[in-house]
């Protein structure tokens, strides 16, 4: 039962963002007015390239100015208010450790309006970011000056797109962070299933060389022609077609082809952005990682922020745990609709000490409530790279 102090505060925050939802004019979508926030949390709603986004903020039991943290999906369509996406376990970590959680559906996923285009908006996933940011911040019982990102996979593409474009995020989180550019993973990925089903290694690794060059075509601004020529002989491997919406950038409509050319998106690796991130990182992978080579994404990661002499890096590996750090498959949420009319939630294991390890470092830089004021980057210990697990 929730005590009088947070209704209380659920409700100010709540008056305090209908107050920013207010100035996002007559924009709102039907849909967006139809979603209902999760018991317990506050709706989050702004406007992004002229798409109107939908979330909830989930605020801690003490009373504010709190921290707050962002929290970025992986590839995939989102639908948080009904379980898809919405970081359960996280939320609960980081309430208990006074930080308010942020988490909004993708555009045209969820509750959330415009179009989705998956891989092709991630350079427009970054302005959501920040657009975001400037909504929450015009909180007051937010704590402006202790906003941060969290982000999986391809969000840890995201994450330092924005943060190399403001000062107001703080920190950064990033779990199973790719080693490369989507091509990269999207080799990686098909390769590891390919290993998985029994191919042989030659084999597999013909059939990946194959597609890489394919996709490389693509990303060089080759004609659709030429690019069908060259992935028209994977069609006949079962593995590659139901690849979720990867399949769809395998084997593109002519449209889906120009927009994935056009969005500059597979020229996007860690080099490019992380050497330019001046916050204190966390980085964390699983050594179980099926969707990134993660021996690769740390050495990549280490050689960016070497070349940006940023020392407040910490880099951690938890055993047996895969690309979003469960160490067993997932099970349905028993809460989820039995009836079928909301999608399970993906509740999985976490690794021992996972989200102890993200509440203690932010608790360590002064990013959470209970750690007193922030201390400024100048202060504030350098946590030094640990050894790899390799």
């Given amino acids: 039962m929730k005590t009088s102090a947070r209704i209380a505060l659920l409700a100010a925050t709540s008056l305090a963002l209908a107050a920013v ?58 639908d948080v208010t009904r379980g898809l996406g919405d970081f359960a376990a996280l939320r609960d970590a980081f309430r208990a450790a006074g930080v308010a959680s942020v988490v909004w559906d993708k555009a045209g996923s969820g509750c959330s309006g415009g179009r989705y285009r998956g891989l092709a908006d991630l350079y427009v996933r970054a302005d959501d970011v920040l657009a975001a940011l400037d909504a929450l911040r015009a909180i007051e019982a937010v704590d402006s000056d202790r906003v941060g990102v969290w982000a999986l996979g391809e969000g840890g593409w995201v994450a330092p797109m924005a943060a190399v474009r403001t000062d107001a995020i703080e920190f950064v989180i990033l779990v199973g962070g790719p080693a490369g550019d989507p091509i990269d993973r999207l080799g990686y990925t098909v390769g590891r299933r390919l290993e998985r089903a029994g191919y042989a290694p030659e084999e597999s690794r013909d059939i990946v060389d194959r597609l890489v060059r394919a996709l490389a075509a693509m990303r060089d601004q080759a004609p659709y022609r030429d690019y069908q020529a060259a992935v028209a002989p994977l069609a006949e491997h079962p593995l590659l077609p139901p690849l979720s919406e990867a399949g769809s950038d395998v084997y593109p409509t002519e449209r889906r082809y120009d927009e994935l050319r056009e969005s500059a998106a597979l020229h996007v690796t ?21 969707e990134v080579d993660w021996r690769r994404a740390m050495r990549a990661y280490r050689e960016a922020f070497a070349r940006g002499a940023n020392a407040d890096v910490t880099i951690r590996v938890f055993e047996g745990a895969d690309h979003a750090i469960c160490t067993g498959p997932a099970a349905p949420d028993e809460t989820s609709e039995a009836d079928g009319s909301a999608p399970a939630a993906a509740r999985c294991p976490l ?15 002064g990013f959470t409530r209970s750690s007193g004021p922030r201390q400024t980057r100048a202060d504030a210990s350098p946590r030094p790279i640990e050894p790899s697990a390799e």
């Fill in 270 to 290: 860690p080099e490019v952005f992380l050497p330019a991130v001046e916050a204190p990182v966390l980085a964390i992978w699983g050594d179980r990682d099926s």
């Fill in 21 to 78: 939802l207010s100035s996002c004019g007559d924009s709102a979508v039907p849909g967006a007015r139809s979603c209902t926030a999760p018991e317990g949390t506050v709706p989050f709603v702004f406007e992004s390239a002229g798409r109107e986004l939908f979330g909830f903020v989930d605020v801690p039991d003490s009373p504010g100015p709190y921290p707050a943290i962002l929290l970025l999906h992986d590839s995939g369509r989102t």
């Fill in 351 to 365: 690794a021992e000490d996972y989200l102890e390890t993200m509440t203690s470092w932010l608790a360590a830089y």
